[in-house]
């Protein structure tokens, strides 16, 4: 018992820090932890547009969920040359401060590597996971973050740290995380990779605003670039935009959109089908509506993108549906009550329409259409 106790309980201050760093790097999370961490979902997920606000919403958020003596969050902007600090927030430095460390840490000529990290492609093994800072020195070999010379002046000099790089795919979408005297519990690790999710679906929306510019003019063009189904409708519940995958949802099943949006209107969030983000413009905001139908559902509209691009007749349409399922001739004939001639026929006239070789070129010209 007394080996155990001793085996158990660091001896000093010093130890017990480093104690909580190489602790387990899982930790459980109670009732309370998971009603918290579900609570800043909500908000987040309900957060007008807007990548500062966002930014500072997110913070005011993980603060109290991390306990940290210093929470942050910032953004990069890349450009051929090299990356800036696009925004940031956070519960204690200043803009100006980060500016100046970012600034100096790119005039060096360390803006191709920050510390642990690859701003311009981050590794595979950090993205989108918690890290405490025993896990990161080991990456940083040496180098020194851009907050390096400005955390002394805050008295984080010794600071443990734990963030998260939330990416879309190689890019990164922003740095969250924060810093401490003692180190981080492998419970707020926990707490960080639970909100991973959300943090990367949220900045990769914001981001998507963003970077297209979204005004009256150019959402529309803005919302094709969208592999799913998307449409902004205004709070009155008017449709303002759609691209051509929504359109083509819409044809299909008008009244099932129709209740979907009213849902979004009443309860002021998404729905089971359907991500729902807040806009803030002039006209008095809206929502972009981001549909997460099944891909089946999905592939259904591709095919009737299809179809009114090339011409195809309503019976083409099923057949292609079908297809692409992988239904034999034969299959195809017994569900559309035909014979499997004339399945055959159907099946060359999609060829020569769709410009396609066989039937796997079929589905993978869907396939182009469904974003999958």
Not at 43 to 72: F, K, M, N, Y
């Amino acid at each position: 018992m007394e080996r155990r106790a001793i085996l158990g309980s660091p001896p000093c201050a010093r130890a017990a820090s480093a104690w909580r760093e190489w602790g387990p790097s899982v930790g459980r999370l109670s009732s309370a932890d998971v009603r918290q961490t579900i609570a800043a979902e909500r908000a987040l997920l309900c957060h007008p547009h807007g990548e500062g606000e966002l930014l500072a919403a997110i913070v005011r958020e993980l603060d109290p969920l991390l306990s940290a003596d210093l929470t942050q969050a910032y953004t990069l902007e890349l450009f051929t040359e090299g990356v800036a600090l696009r925004d940031y927030a956070s519960t204690r430095l200043t803009r100006a401060a980060v500016r100046r460390g970012f600034d100096t840490a790119i005039a060096a000529g360390k803006g191709s590597r920050f510390g642990s990290y690859n701003p311009l492609r981050p590794e595979r093994a950090q993205r989108d996971v918690a890290l405490r800072s025993i896990q990161l020195h080991v990456r940083a070999r040496g180098r020194h973050g851009p907050l390096s010379q400005v955390l002394p002046e805050y008295g984080l000099s010794v600071a443990h740290q734990m963030r998260m790089l939330v990416c879309d795919g190689t890019s990164l979408l922003a740095w969250v995380g924060g810093y401490r005297e003692d180190g981080f519990t492998p419970r707020e690790v926990a707490i960080l990779n639970r909100l991973a999710p959300t943090l990367k679906r949220r900045l990769s929306v914001e981001r998507l605003l963003d970077d297209a510019e979204i005004i009256h003019s150019a959402l529309s063009a803005a919302l094709e670039q969208l592999a799913r189904p998307a449409m902004v409708v205004s709070r009155r519940g008017s449709i303002d935009y759609m691209n051509e995958s929504a359109g083509a949802i819409w044809e299909a099943s008008p009244e099932v959109l129709r209740e979907k949006i009213r849902l979004v209107l009443r309860d002021g969030k998404g729905e089971p089908s359907l991500d729902a983000v807040p806009l803030s413009h002039s006209s008095g905001g809206g929502w972009l509506l981001l549909d997460r139908t099944s891909q089946p559902q999905r592939s259904e509209a591709a095919c009737a993108i299809l179809a009114r691009r090339h011409g195809l007749t309503k019976r083409e349409t099923e057949v292609l549906s079908l297809v692409i399922r992988g239904a034999t001739n034969l299959q195809t004939a017994c569900a559309l009550e035909c014979s499997e001639r004339t399945v055959e026929q159907h099946v060359g006239r999609l060829l020569g329409k769709l410009d396609c070789e066989n039937r796997a070129s079929l589905g993978a010209r869907v396939r182009d259409v469904d974003g999958f």
